[in-house]
């Protein structure tokens, strides 16, 4: 796994051994940073679930301001910041905590992101049923919308064998598919 673009590109990133995260491919950040284009550059970034923090990584190479990654294992964490010493200059910040938690925690603080990067772990097919998976419990929170600043981005990632109810105050203004990797690109 690398970072795809900006002053960092073609940087490899580690990340820990086995199944425990699922990066999300290069040839979906490619797609992902595409979409959003100019919009990165000087965005103050969240990325929730963080994994790596791949798509943070990605974004401080391509100009973000600031990024703030939640991961809950310490030891996807220690990766974060490991990574990020590649990125000459990152304003990153790792908080080790349960999402749900920081997202409570932020919106009581006032705080708010630009841009909104998610790609949790996948939930199970749901035909028949609502989705109960990580992302349709980001899109079912009510503190996420409250740090989303005016004008900005929230970008979901899923697999479109979970079928998620799109919820108000969300508005679905684009979608990519990517083998069974599905983003969108969502606003207030």
Same mark, same amino acid.
């Given at each position: 796994?690398?970072?795809?673009? #900006?002053?960092?590109? &073609? ?6 051994? #086995?199944? $425990? ?18 919009? !990165? ?16 990584? @990605?974004?401080?190479?391509? *100009? ?6 939640? @991961? ?21 910040? =790792? ?5 749900? +938690? ?11 992101? $630009? ?8 939930? @199970?097919?749901? !035909? *028949?049923? &609502? ?8 899109? $079912?929170?009510?503190?996420?919308? %409250? !740090?989303?600043?005016? *004008?900005?981005?929230? !970008?979901?990632?899923? +697999? %479109? &064998?979970? +079928?998620?109810?799109? =919820? ?11 083998? $069974? +990797?599905?983003?969108?690109?969502? @606003?207030?």
């Amino acid at each position: 796994m690398r970072i795809t673009g #900006g002053n960092a590109a &073609r940087r490899i990133l580690k990340v820990p051994k #086995g199944l $425990d995260v699922r990066p999300t491919p290069d040839l979906v950040k490619q797609a992902i940073f595409n979409s959003l284009g100019a919009r !990165v550059e000087g965005a103050k970034v969240l990325e929730l679930f963080a994994g790596s923090g791949a798509l943070s990584l @990605e974004c401080l190479s391509r *100009g973000a301001a600031s990024a703030l990654c939640i @991961e809950k294992s310490q030891k996807h964490a220690n990766f974060i910041q490991n990574n990020a010493a590649q990125i000459p200059n990152a304003n990153l910040q =790792v908080r080790t905590q349960d999402v749900f +938690t920081a997202l409570s925690q932020l919106a009581q603080s006032s705080e708010q992101f $630009d841009l909104i990067l998610a790609d949790p772990p996948y939930g @199970e097919k749901n !035909v *028949g049923r &609502r989705s109960e998976s990580f992302a349709q419990q980001l899109l $079912d929170d009510k503190n996420l919308p %409250k !740090v989303l600043a005016s *004008g900005g981005r929230f !970008v979901l990632g899923h +697999t %479109k &064998r979970d +079928t998620l109810e799109l =919820v108000a105050p969300w508005r679905e203004v684009k979608m990519l598919k990517h083998g $069974d +990797t599905v983003m969108r690109f969502l @606003e207030i």
